[in-house]
């Protein structure tokens, strides 16, 4: 039995909030039910259904959204279970303000790179929705979940899934066709997975060990993302608390760190400009 304090980080940031949650999703409540169901009493069925998401919460450290089989990014509900990444980005802010001030004009193509469960590019879709988004993944499981998604939100006309390693996949007639990449890569350095809680553990490890340093993929993206964006296309990329070995990894680089109001960090922007400008 785990007796270490459950480690909220997947959608939540205190265990009440996530509390909270667990029972209003397992009962298939609104969040904001009305106070007169407060008085209502729980069938025995609901008891035993309560009873098992809070045992596979507090001792086995499963995470609320693969208990629940969903978690919401961006205000959008998303199917996950363990063969994805919990939706948790602050990449999410960037969407909501459609990219602003990095993105003037409407994309005519966006990239998903490394999508799991496609969250970013289905929000991209409805952000942006005359543009075609690409999603790609590494992972046939990994597209599997996120090809449900496209399905819930009806968005199949506008977003294309790839299984590709990194860019692989793509078609060489989109060279210089991205307006606006983005990535949330695997960036967890070997320290981190290391010490991380138990319930990071429950997630992929595809989806998150990245080297030593965290950078394997990051440094695979710098170095060919530059053909696929067009002349004024940009590049968003999270590597979390890996930010400071890509900073000493290369220091003459220019990188703009965005900042978050909904607190997060470690999110770089380079234009197509200047990702040419040097050799990575």
Known sequence: MNKEAAFCGHGFDNTWD????????????????DREMWSCRVSKEERALLACAIE????ERVPTAYITGKAFFCGLPFNVDERVLVPRSPISELIE??????????????MDLCAGSACIGIACAYAFPESQIDCLDISSDAI????????????GDQVTL???????????????????????????????????????????????ASGEDGLDI??????QAAKWLSSTGVLIVEVGNSWEALEEAYPDASFTWLEFERGGHGVFMLTA???QSREW
């Open 218 to 223: 990051t440094r695979r993206i710098l170095r």
């Open 18 to 33: 996530e509390s909270v949650g667990l029972v209003l999703q397992v009962l298939d409540l609104p969040w904001d039910f």
């Open 56 to 59: 596979r919460r507090v001792y």
């Open 97 to 110: 303000r459609g990219f602003a001030p990095w993105i003037v004009e409407t994309p005519r193509r966006v």
């Open 162 to 208: 790839y299984q590709s390693d990194i860019f692989d996949a793509l078609p060489q007639e989109l060279f210089g066709t991205y307006d606006l990449i983005v990535s949330n890569p695997p960036y967890v350095d070997q320290q981190d997975i290391d010490s991380m809680p138990a319930e990071y553990h429950k997630e992929p490890m595809l989806g998150l």
């Open 273 to 275: 400009a200047e990702l």
């Open 144 to 155: 599997e979940v996120a090809g449900t998604n496209v399905d819930k939100h009806a968005v």
